[in-house]
């Protein structure tokens, strides 16, 4: 069932009828310990590592824990069921098994003092019996009345009585468009449970088809949900384009129900992005098509000519939209302020071209000459080695990196003048480095950055240092795939990697993909993942979801030992749109955490995972996971006062939702009529307010006029926008 603790979870490969489980390696849980071999950092010993050189030969030696349970499962005349996905599942993590050819299962490493409830998982696709209906242990289509398991300590064990399943129900069916263009293959195809609120999803294959199984009697709706941005728009039984208004369908115990589903191509708008002074295409830049209805926010990328097109909008209730482009702070046609744009109609089916948009390109240098700064110096690193190289020059209050190019030499323009902290940060087997000559930002110089002649900063960037060892059993067999996690002295986690199948692990780089520095390091080997020819159980700590003030607060850890790739998305209730927030690699101590702005509305998250083996190939289909639907108020800034303002003394913003809904400094960015930011202002999490002394950053008072405030952050722009009237 969704629920607002939600869980990942990872396959090797399916278990054929014929292979007991006996024969497979159990899982079990390996307690994370620190080298040489104790439960407790304070008893640990700190490895020190040089510059450019590396420590061999650490040996960590794992100690299994953890409690049994087994049963078998059958059917209603008593004959076994083989290959049902049986799922222990925990507040903090879920350990899973397939029944053998006698219907049997046995789940190890289950930790102590923990509440199991044990779910036969017949709708997973990973369950190769999907006739019976799933169900939680001994029979409810949720935790609610369902029998929880405990153990008292390790080396415990219980059995569970004959579980007994009945027939399921299946729904097939395929996705039509209504223009006859074809099947809609790839699709995303979303179920509900009306009794409870269960949720399963699928894709569509390449004729279309989707099937469900081992799904309980009830009343269900179903629809196809395209990408957002696509050309067709969602399609729910009944003919809705929405799941609130969806025709229920019902399922019989042991029937199949045959159901089409129907798109319609929606309408498009096109047009281009151009500069204001040259009048040349601007490309690469984000455009957006907001509903007037919904508020949906529809989104593309404008091409290397500047032109764009935003598909699969919807024109029912005369809904119409406006265009806007965020870099260029300018909504169509060509307005700075969102009430003085023009809402664009649309017809479905049919494209509104001629939508274009211009302002001043945000890549530009904006300083003159006179304010404009140039660093330059030469490099001693070798390119080929690199995934990417960055200047970073560091004020009080910002942060600019500028990417280098492939030579022995470089040059970066566009710096206000200033003083900086200036430094190398490399994605590769390199330290970064900072001037003059230190891997401690906290010792490096201070540079002036004038326009009137170049400032000369050169790198030469020490080479990654290394840890390395062995994780063993205290039986002496290798532990494959088990997590290392790298501590600085200050017990932050810095790198980390897995062991490979002879339980060796190498770690040069840091989180950030730089190189490992000089320092004293505690190492830690944990692992829940047991890798076997045929299965492979893992073990994953929940995600928890918070919903405050306008602000979805997704987070997750990943303690397994896998790496693994992961996809965000977030589903309109209302709509059943699915859009992609993020797509990364993250290994077991991160990114940990997502904060999403998404506006006013009845939303669903889902996270997609993908285990990976050490070798980077991928060992598990992609697994889901969702929430509970939430309901989301966009958060504002209050008016500003005073307002019109006459310069004398500060102008303060307000936040409407007080001090308590961030969890994070944000920067309020302070940019005139034309889009040009002109002040960057850090607003401290802890405080409600923000005052304006009417500087540009130079310090120098700002001309009368209109300007606007606009929140930045994590996961995005606060939507809502300040107005401020200037009049001196």
Same mark, same amino acid.
């Given at each position: 069932?969704?629920?607002?603790?939600?869980?990942?979870?990872?396959?090797?490969?399916?278990?054929?009828?014929?292979?007991?489980?006996?024969?497979?390696?159990?899982?079990?849980?390996?307690?994370?310990?620190?080298?040489?071999?104790?439960?407790?950092?304070?008893?640990?010993?700190?490895?020190?590592?040089?510059?450019?050189?590396?420590?061999?030969?650490?040996?960590?030696?794992?100690?299994?824990?953890?409690?049994?349970?087994?049963?078998?499962?059958?059917?209603?005349?008593?004959?076994?069921?083989?290959?049902?996905?049986?799922?222990?599942?925990?507040?903090?993590?879920?350990?899973?098994?397939?029944?053998?050819?006698?219907?049997?299962?046995?789940?190890?490493?289950?930790?102590?003092?923990?509440?199991?409830?044990?779910?036969?998982?017949?709708?997973?696709?990973?369950?190769?019996?999907?006739?019976?209906?799933?169900?939680?242990?001994?029979?409810?289509?949720?935790?609610?009345?369902?029998?929880?398991?405990?153990?008292?300590?390790?080396?415990?064990?219980?059995?569970?009585?004959?579980?007994?399943?009945?027939?399921?129900?299946?729904?097939?069916?395929?996705?039509?468009?209504?223009?006859?263009?074809?099947?809609?293959?790839?699709?995303?195809?979303?179920?509900?449970?009306?009794?409870?609120?269960?949720?399963?999803?699928?894709?569509?294959?390449?004729?279309?088809?989707?099937?469900?199984?081992?799904?309980?009697?009830?009343?269900?709706?179903?629809?196809?949900?395209?990408?957002?941005?696509?050309?067709?728009?969602?399609?729910?039984?009944?003919?809705?384009? +929405?799941?609130?208004?969806? *025709?229920? %369908? &019902? !399922?019989?115990?042991?029937?199949?129900?045959?159901?089409? #589903?129907? /798109?319609?191509?929606?309408?498009?708008?096109?047009?281009?992005?151009?500069?204001?002074?040259?009048?040349?295409?601007?490309?690469?830049?984000?455009?957006?098509?907001?509903?007037?209805?919904?508020?949906?926010?529809?989104?593309?990328?404008?091409?290397?000519?500047?032109?764009?097109?935003?598909?699969?909008?919807?024109?029912?209730?005369?809904?119409?939209?406006?265009?806007?482009?965020?870099?260029?702070?300018?909504?169509?046609?060509?307005?700075?302020?969102?009430?003085?744009?023009?809402?664009?109609?649309?017809?479905?089916?049919?494209?509104?071209?001629?939508?274009?948009?211009?302002?001043?390109?945000?890549?530009?240098?904006?300083?003159?000459?006179?304010? +404009?700064?140039?660093?330059? *110096?030469? %490099? &001693? !690193?070798?390119?080929?080695?690199?995934?990417?190289?960055? #200047?970073? /020059?560091?004020?009080?209050?910002?942060?600019?990196?500028?990417?280098?190019?492939?030579?022995?030499?470089y040059t970066a323009d566009c710096f206000p003048s200033g003083e900086y902290k200036i430094g190398l940060f490399t994605q590769g087997p390199?330290?970064?480095?900072?001037?003059?000559?230190?891997?401690?930002?906290?010792?490096?110089?201070?540079?002036?950055?004038?326009?009137?002649?170049?400032?000369?900063?050169?790198?030469?960037?020490?080479?990654?240092?290394?840890?390395?060892?062995?994780?063993?059993?205290?039986?002496?067999?290798?532990?494959?795939?088990?997590?290392?996690?790298?501590?600085?002295?200050?017990?932050?986690?810095?790198?980390?990697?897995?062991?490979?199948?002879?339980?060796?692990?190498?770690?040069?780089?840091?989180?950030?993909?730089?190189?490992?520095?000089?320092?004293?390091?505690? /190492?830690?080997?944990?692992?829940?993942?047991?890798?076997?020819?045929?299965?492979?159980?893992?073990?994953?700590?929940?995600?928890?979801?918070?919903?405050?003030?306008?602000?979805?607060?997704?987070?997750?850890?990943?303690?397994?030992?896998?790496?693994?790739?992961?996809?965000?998305?977030?589903?309109?209730?209302?709509?059943?749109?699915?859009?992609?927030?993020?797509?990364?690699?993250?290994?077991?101590?991160?990114?940990?955490?997502?904060?999403?702005?998404?506006?006013?509305?009845?939303?669903?998250?889902?996270?997609?995972?993908?285990?990976?083996?050490?070798?980077?190939?991928?060992?598990?289909?992609?697994?889901?996971?969702?929430?509970?639907?939430?309901?989301?108020?966009?958060?504002?800034?209050?008016?500003?006062?005073?307002?019109?303002?006459?310069?004398?003394?500060?102008?303060?913003?307000?936040?409407?939702?007080?001090?308590?809904?961030?969890?994070?400094?944000?920067?309020?960015?302070?940019?005139?009529?034309?889009?040009?930011?002109?002040?960057?202002?850090?607003?401290?999490?802890?405080?409600?307010?923000?005052?304006?002394?009417?500087?540009?950053?130079?310090?120098?008072?700002?001309?009368?006029?209109?300007?606007?405030?606009?929140?930045?952050?994590?996961?995005?722009?606060?939507?809502?926008?300040?107005?401020?009237?200037?009049?001196?």
């Amino acid at each position: 069932m969704s629920r607002i603790l939600f869980s990942i979870v990872c396959l090797a490969s399916l278990l054929g009828p014929t292979v007991s489980l006996a024969a497979l390696g159990a899982s079990r849980l390996l307690p994370a310990l620190y080298a040489p071999g104790v439960s407790e950092v304070m008893d640990a010993e700190a490895v020190t590592v040089d510059a450019e050189q590396g420590v061999e030969g650490l040996s960590i030696l794992m100690v299994s824990a953890g409690s049994t349970l087994q049963g078998r499962i059958i059917d209603n005349q008593e004959r076994p069921l083989v290959g049902v996905w049986v799922v222990a599942e925990m507040e903090t993590f879920q350990i899973f098994g397939l029944t053998d050819s006698e219907g049997r299962f046995s789940l190890e490493g289950l930790p102590s003092q923990a509440s199991v409830f044990l779910r036969a998982s017949t709708d997973d696709p990973n369950s190769r019996e999907q006739r019976y209906a799933a169900r939680y242990y001994p029979d409810g289509l949720s935790r609610e009345g369902a029998a929880a398991f405990s153990f008292d300590g390790d080396g415990s064990s219980d059995v569970v009585p004959d579980w007994i399943l009945e027939l399921g129900s299946t729904l097939r069916g395929e996705i039509r468009t209504d223009d006859g263009a074809g099947p809609l293959v790839d699709t995303e195809v979303v179920l509900h449970r009306d009794s409870d609120g269960g949720t399963w999803q699928r894709r569509s294959d390449a004729k279309g088809r989707f099937v469900f199984r081992g799904l309980s009697a009830g009343s269900y709706r179903v629809g196809a949900v395209p990408v957002p941005g696509e050309s067709y728009l969602p399609g729910w039984s009944g003919g809705a384009r +929405s799941v609130t208004k969806a *025709g229920s %369908l &019902s !399922l019989e115990a042991g029937g199949e129900t045959p159901v089409v #589903l129907t /798109v319609d191509r929606g309408a498009s708008i096109r047009g281009q992005l151009r500069s204001d002074g040259p009048n040349t295409p601007l490309p690469d830049l984000e455009v957006q098509a907001i509903s007037h209805l919904t508020t949906e926010v529809y989104s593309t990328t404008s091409d290397e000519f500047g032109f764009y097109e935003i598909f699969g909008l919807s024109a029912r209730g005369g809904d119409s939209y406006i265009v806007y482009c965020p870099s260029l702070n300018r909504y169509y046609p060509d307005a700075p302020r969102e009430e003085d744009a023009r809402r664009v109609t649309v017809v479905e089916g049919e494209t509104t071209s001629r939508v274009d948009i211009r302002g001043t390109d945000p890549r530009d240098c904006a300083l003159t000459s006179e304010f +404009s700064g140039v660093i330059e *110096g030469g %490099l &001693s !690193l070798d390119f080929a080695d690199l995934e990417s190289a960055h #200047l970073l /020059v560091i004020s009080e209050t910002d942060t600019i990196a500028r990417e280098l190019v492939e030579g022995r030499a470089y040059t970066a323009d566009c710096f206000p003048s200033g003083e900086y902290k200036i430094g190398l940060f490399t994605q590769g087997p390199f330290v970064t480095q900072y001037y003059d000559l230190t891997e401690n930002i906290d010792f490096a110089e201070v540079v002036t950055v004038d326009p009137d002649s170049a400032t000369g900063i050169n790198f030469q960037p020490l080479e990654a240092s290394w840890i390395a060892g062995t994780v063993r059993e205290t039986g002496g067999n290798p532990v494959s795939e088990a997590s290392i996690t790298i501590l600085d002295e200050t017990l932050e986690a810095v790198a980390g990697g897995r062991t490979d199948l002879q339980g060796v692990f190498r770690i040069d780089r840091i989180f950030d993909g730089s190189g490992l520095p000089a320092g004293q390091y505690y /190492v830690r080997a944990e692992s829940t993942v047991v890798a076997d020819p045929e299965v492979t159980p893992v073990l994953q700590p929940t995600i928890v979801l918070d919903v405050v003030a306008g602000e979805a607060h997704i987070r997750w850890s990943l303690a397994g030992s896998w790496w693994w790739e992961l996809a965000l998305y977030r589903i309109d209730e209302v709509t059943g749109f699915s859009e992609r927030l993020w797509h990364e690699s993250a290994g077991p101590e991160g990114p940990l955490d997502w904060i999403d702005r998404p506006g006013t509305g009845r939303y669903r998250y889902r996270l997609e995972a993908r285990a990976f083996s050490s070798e980077g190939v991928a060992e598990s289909p992609w697994i889901e996971v969702w929430s509970e639907v939430v309901d989301v108020a966009a958060p504002s800034l209050s008016a500003v006062w005073p307002n019109p303002w006459n310069g004398s003394g500060v102008v303060t913003f307000r936040d409407q939702n007080g001090a308590s809904i961030r969890t994070e400094d944000t920067v309020l960015e302070i940019i005139s009529a034309v889009g040009r930011r002109i002040r960057d202002l850090t607003w401290n999490k802890e405080v409600g307010q923000l005052a304006w002394d009417g500087t540009d950053a130079r310090g120098r008072g700002v001309a009368s006029g209109i300007y606007f405030a606009r929140r930045r952050a994590k996961g995005g722009d606060i939507l809502s926008r300040a107005l401020i009237v200037v009049q001196r």
